[in-house]
Protein backbone atom coordinates (compact mmCIF):
# COMPACT_ATOMS: atom_id res chain seq x y z
CA UNK A 1 0.00 0.00 0.00
CA UNK A 2 1.02 3.78 -0.99
CA UNK A 3 1.70 6.04 1.73
CA UNK A 4 3.07 9.29 1.36
CA UNK A 5 4.29 11.95 4.06
CA UNK A 6 4.58 15.63 4.07
CA UNK A 7 6.79 17.39 6.20
CA UNK A 8 8.14 20.92 6.13
CA UNK A 9 4.89 22.96 6.95
CA UNK A 10 4.90 26.02 9.81
CA UNK A 11 4.41 29.37 10.42
CA UNK A 12 5.82 32.25 8.31
CA UNK A 13 5.38 35.67 7.55
CA UNK A 14 4.06 37.39 4.48
CA UNK A 15 6.83 37.63 1.95
CA UNK A 16 8.69 34.79 3.41
CA UNK A 17 9.90 31.33 2.33
CA UNK A 18 8.94 27.53 3.24
CA UNK A 19 9.70 24.50 1.53
CA UNK A 20 7.81 21.38 1.51
CA UNK A 21 8.77 17.95 0.82
CA UNK A 22 7.32 14.46 0.55
CA UNK A 23 8.10 10.79 0.41
CA UNK A 24 6.36 7.88 -0.62
CA UNK A 25 7.07 3.97 0.33
CA UNK A 26 5.02 1.00 -0.13
CA UNK A 27 5.36 1.26 -3.84
CA UNK A 28 6.28 -2.01 -4.96
CA UNK A 29 3.40 -2.35 -7.36
CA UNK A 30 2.53 1.34 -8.48
CA UNK A 31 4.58 3.61 -10.18
CA UNK A 32 4.13 7.09 -9.28
CA UNK A 33 3.70 8.51 -12.48
CA UNK A 34 2.37 12.21 -11.72
CA UNK A 35 3.02 13.50 -8.15
CA UNK A 36 1.80 16.84 -6.88
CA UNK A 37 0.51 19.10 -4.22
CA UNK A 38 -3.08 20.06 -3.48
CA UNK A 39 -4.43 22.79 -0.39
CA UNK A 40 -7.31 23.05 1.40
CA UNK A 41 -8.56 26.23 3.81
CA UNK A 42 -11.29 26.35 6.15
CA UNK A 43 -14.28 26.23 4.62
CA UNK A 44 -13.19 25.69 0.99
CA UNK A 45 -13.18 23.47 -1.28
CA UNK A 46 -9.49 20.98 -1.94
CA UNK A 47 -7.55 22.60 -4.67
CA UNK A 48 -4.77 21.55 -7.01
CA UNK A 49 -1.50 23.72 -6.45
CA UNK A 50 1.08 22.00 -8.63
CA UNK A 51 1.76 18.86 -10.23
CA UNK A 52 4.36 16.82 -11.67
CA UNK A 53 5.46 13.77 -13.97
CA UNK A 54 8.08 11.23 -13.89
CA UNK A 55 11.25 12.58 -14.04
CA UNK A 56 9.96 16.07 -13.87
CA UNK A 57 10.10 16.50 -17.76
CA UNK A 58 6.14 18.34 -17.34
CA UNK A 59 4.91 20.52 -14.47
CA UNK A 60 1.36 22.22 -14.25
CA UNK A 61 0.61 25.40 -11.89
CA UNK A 62 -2.51 26.78 -10.49
CA UNK A 63 -2.65 30.48 -11.65
CA UNK A 64 -2.56 31.73 -7.90
CA UNK A 65 0.98 30.38 -7.20
CA UNK A 66 2.86 30.22 -10.83
CA UNK A 67 5.93 32.39 -10.28
CA UNK A 68 6.33 31.73 -6.56
CA UNK A 69 6.34 28.25 -5.99
CA UNK A 70 8.25 25.71 -7.19
CA UNK A 71 7.48 21.52 -7.90
CA UNK A 72 10.56 19.57 -7.85
CA UNK A 73 10.73 15.87 -8.12
CA UNK A 74 13.97 15.07 -6.10
CA UNK A 75 13.90 11.14 -6.84
CA UNK A 76 11.65 8.69 -8.03
CA UNK A 77 9.13 8.92 -4.63
CA UNK A 78 10.31 12.02 -3.63
CA UNK A 79 9.13 15.36 -4.39
CA UNK A 80 9.35 19.02 -3.23
CA UNK A 81 7.27 22.23 -3.12
CA UNK A 82 9.09 25.26 -3.03
CA UNK A 83 6.88 28.59 -1.49
CA UNK A 84 8.66 32.06 -2.04
CA UNK A 85 6.56 34.97 -1.65
CA UNK A 86 4.14 34.02 0.57
CA UNK A 87 0.80 35.42 0.90
CA UNK A 88 -2.17 35.12 3.62
CA UNK A 89 -4.00 33.18 1.16
CA UNK A 90 -1.64 30.63 0.82
CA UNK A 91 -2.71 30.10 4.29
CA UNK A 92 -4.00 26.12 4.10
CA UNK A 93 -3.16 22.21 4.56
CA UNK A 94 -1.00 21.08 1.80
CA UNK A 95 -1.24 17.42 0.45
CA UNK A 96 1.05 15.46 -0.97
CA UNK A 97 -1.30 13.72 -3.84
CA UNK A 98 -0.03 11.03 -6.84
CA UNK A 99 -1.34 9.25 -9.49
CA UNK A 100 -0.54 5.85 -11.45
CA UNK A 101 -0.95 6.95 -15.19
CA UNK A 102 0.74 10.11 -16.74
CA UNK A 103 -1.22 12.46 -17.21
CA UNK A 104 -0.88 15.60 -15.66
CA UNK A 105 -4.34 16.42 -14.00
CA UNK A 106 -5.88 18.95 -11.65
CA UNK A 107 -8.78 17.58 -9.80
CA UNK A 108 -8.21 15.72 -6.88
CA UNK A 109 -10.77 13.18 -7.52
CA UNK A 110 -8.24 12.08 -9.95
CA UNK A 111 -5.56 11.28 -7.29
CA UNK A 112 -5.52 7.89 -5.91
CA UNK A 113 -2.88 8.63 -2.95
CA UNK A 114 -2.52 11.22 -0.12
CA UNK A 115 -0.46 12.13 2.52
CA UNK A 116 -2.15 13.08 5.98
CA UNK A 117 -1.44 17.07 5.44
CA UNK A 118 0.82 19.47 6.44
CA UNK A 119 -0.10 22.92 8.35
CA UNK A 120 0.75 26.13 6.37
CA UNK A 121 0.23 29.58 8.25
CA UNK A 122 1.42 32.43 6.18
CA UNK A 123 0.78 35.38 8.70
CA UNK A 124 0.13 39.45 7.40
Known amino acids: QVQLVESGGGLVQAGGSLRLSCAAS?????????MGWFRQAPGKEREFVAA???????TQYSDPVKGRFTISRTGAYLLDLQMNSLKSEDTAVYFC?????????????????WGQGTQVTVSS
Open 26 to 34: GHTRATLYV
Open 52 to 58: TTWGGSR
Open 97 to 113: AARTTNTLLTDFQDYSY
